[in-house]
């Protein structure tokens, strides 16, 4: 049944209005928001399509994380208390080397249905050295909103035997955009996703860059300025700070999203400004490896694009966008007073801001008629949440309350793929027993 009409308690737009609405409906056709109006029982009585009350619950838009690797879910609790370049060499490396296509399939999946029913509706994944195709094609039949590309080794002085030749790299890398940008009716968009700048030569970087112009809307993907010991490398190697490496090379605009950006100079900050490339926050995954606090509210005070990621399972240990804003918002305050980071901005960078980082703004990210259904119900009725009428204090529950538990229903591009706290795409059962072989064998390739 393609049209369908919600209504909810409350539709928290994220609109440049910043509109909280009551009373109100939501109509969606053909995948895509066609009315947001005033509710009238009488004319929903005549409504053709399946109607959705939902009382006690909000409406969201899907939340929008600009970083995560989905090959590293199986890895979950597997390297934890690491600082980042020893997690890299003894754990991440080596897991993801072992990788086969089956293991492969088991990591993305259970990722996939982890993101989806903690109501995140579009990723920015990087994927990893081999059988990418893996990744995509169960992205693709998840009905997942994605950006995702192979990951790209060349160097790698921490895990030798985990690289492929510079030239190998740009080839596969081309026929996989090729194969994958734009499929899926646009749902699915290639990201080129070059590792750091300690795994990749100025080669493949510059030519990846490059490589973009025939991929009118693709997204260069890489991390940066994560961990001191890893500025400290680069440094040795070039002779310049991470983001100023990165900028000499030209390959730093507004199609460019750095994973980090944890340990800058002011200097590097002016040019994330004066080049408009996005930063993505990943707070837990700085917290747990122990890289640090990046300086978000100066960002956001400079005008720099930030949007919200979970990392990977293994540095987190959850894909939980709820965690993430939480966190976003707290681990600032300390710093920046308590009024720094306020729930509501938090929110708006886990959704419309995340758009914004992947020009889909105009697409996703708010609740606005045109735009494509990607749309998140929670149920905000329980006493861990405020008991006030006031309609703002929305924000608050969402930010410092709410966990996955609180979501009911998603819907990506009109089309239910959680409901009723529910996965409509995955047996749960079948994917930890699966999950759970596939590791097993996976480990034993290792060791």
Request: with cysteine; aromatic share 8%; proline share 2%.
């Amino acid at each position: 049944m393609n049209n369908k009409l919600i209504i909810p308690q409350y539709i928290l737009c994220a609109d440049e209005k910043r509109q909280i609405l009551q009373n109100s409906c939501v109509e969606i056709s053909g995948g895509r928001i066609t009315d947001i109006r005033k509710f009238d029982k009488a004319s929903a009585e005549k409504f053709t399509g399946e109607i959705v009350y939902a009382d006690g619950q909000v409406l969201i838009p899907g939340f929008i994380q600009t970083h995560i690797h989905l090959c590293q879910t199986l890895f979950r609790g597997l390297a934890d208390d690491l600082q980042l370049l020893d997690w890299l060499q003894l754990r991440i490396f080596p897991y993801e080397n072992a990788h086969d296509k089956d293991s492969l399939s088991a990591s993305v999946r259970i990722g996939i249905n982890e993101l989806i029913s903690g109501g995140t509706t579009t990723i920015l994944d990087m994927g990893t050295l081999r059988h990418q195709e893996i990744i995509f094609e169960e992205l693709i039949s998840s009905g997942m909103r994605a950006f995702a590309g192979k990951c790209m080794i060349d160097e790698n002085d921490l895990f030798p035997v985990f690289k492929a030749s510079t030239g190998d790299e740009l080839k596969s890398v081309y026929e996989l955009a090729k194969n994958y940008h734009n499929s899926s009716d646009g749902r699915i968009k290639y990201g080129f996703a070059p590792r750091f700048a300690l795994s990749c030569s100025t080669r493949l970087l510059k030519e990846t860059k490059e490589m973009m112009k025939d991929f009118a809307g693709s997204i260069f993907h890489t991390h940066s300025s994560e961990n001191k010991n890893e500025v400290e490398e680069v440094r040795k190697r070039y002779g310049k700070g991470n983001i100023d490496y990165f900028n000499s090379i030209n390959v730093m605009d507004d199609h460019t999203v750095l994973a980090h950006c944890v340990h800058t100079s002011d200097d590097e900050i002016n040019l994330l400004k004066r080049t408009n490339t996005r930063v993505s926050h990943c707070p837990s995954s700085n917290l747990k490896l122990g890289s640090g606090i990046a300086n978000i509210p100066h960002y956001l005070r400079k005008g720099i694009s930030v949007s919200l990621g979970a990392d990977g399972a293994p540095c987190n240990n959850s894909l939980s966008a709820f965690m993430e804003m939480r966190l976003a918002a707290l681990i600032q305050k300390p710093f920046h007073g308590a009024a720094s980071m306020d729930a509501e901005t938090v929110f708006r960078l886990a959704t419309i801001e995340g758009a914004k980082a992947l020009h889909i703004e105009k697409e996703v990210g708010s609740i606005e008629a045109g735009k494509k259904a990607d749309l998140v119900l929670l149920d905000l009725h329980s006493p861990d949440f405020s008991l006030s009428d006031n309609k703002e204090k929305i924000y608050s529950d969402i930010v410092y309350s709410a966990a996955k538990n609180c979501v009911d229903s998603v819907m990506i591009n009109g089309e239910w793929k959680f409901r009723n706290k529910k996965s409509m795409i995955f047996d749960e059962d079948e994917l930890i027993s699966t999950g759970r072989k596939e590791l097993n064998k996976l480990l034993k390739r290792v060791s």
